[in-house]
């Protein structure tokens, strides 16, 4: 089955600055990789996904790049605020089956105001 | 349109009691999920149910079990607690398993604490 690993587990940024999530898969077959914010407290939620035709999506200060060659993909967040301290989750599958979404193991992004 | 709902929100168990987590999805998912959710583990599937009337076992099965009610019901069962089985716990619902672009739907989450 898939395996995805993500780095780092935790990440500090001064407010304004970028960050950058990474996570690599193991299934050259995944084709569809989002990524959760889970605010403290709450409900992971979808932020943003990709599919494996396309290189980069970008929706306001987030954007995803996706690398298939090298199996990673990752999570760039720009000019961040307070509001973006968070856990976030990235994740893959496979389009067969009963294939399911397989996580990270998430990253807690603190933003230092 | 409440999404996914899910109950109990807390609750504080003995070692050995039982107990169901409900959940009920009003989205018209065929798929649906528990999971659970402990510090430096992300988010660990226990059991899932592709389709009403099938349920099949996730990554970390053992001390559950699941009963897809219906299309809208999916509960978890504890037979016999145990402290290991502290955490929190997420049902989620998809449109459909395996399909491109399967955005799973999360719950609020259910705190439990097996003492």
């Known amino acids: 089955g898939e395996n995805v690993e993500q780095h780092p587990s935790t990440l500090s940024v001064q407010e304004g600055d970028s960050a950058v999530i990474k996570c690599t898969y193991s299934d050259s077959a995944s084709n569809y990789f989002p990524w959760y914010k889970q605010e403290l407290g709450k409900r992971p939620q979808l932020i943003i996904d990709?599919?494996?035709?396309?290189g980069e999506k970008k929706d306001q200060r987030i954007a995803v790049t996706l690398n298939k060659t090298a199996k990673h993909f990752s999570l760039h967040i720009t000019e961040t605020q307070p509001e973006d301290s968070a856990v976030y989750f990235c994740?893959?599958?496979?389009?067969?089956?009963?294939?399911?979404?397989?996580f990270g193991t998430g990253t807690r992004l603190t933003i230092i105001p | 349109n409440a999404g996914v709902t899910q109950t109990p929100k807390f609750q504080v168990l003995k070692t050995g009691q039982s107990m169901t987590l409900q959940c009920a999805q009003d989205m018209n998912h065929n798929s649906m999920y528990w999971y659970r959710q402990d510090p430096g583990m992300g988010l660990r599937l226990i059991y899932y149910s592709a389709s009403e009337g099938t349920t099949d076992k996730g990554e970390v099965p053992n001390g559950y079990n699941v009963s897809r009610l219906n299309k809208r019901e999916f509960s978890l069962r504890l037979e016999s607690a145990a402290p290991s089985q502290t955490s929190v716990y997420f049902c989620?619902?998809?449109?459909?398993?395996?399909?491109?672009?399967?955005?799973?739907?999360f719950g609020e989450g259910s705190w439990l604490t097996v003492v």
């Open positions: 989620a619902s998809s449109t459909q398993i395996g399909a491109s672009g399967n955005t799973i739907y």
């Open positions: 990709i599919r494996s035709n396309v």
């Open positions: 994740a893959a599958s496979r389009p067969f089956g009963n294939e399911k979404l397989t």
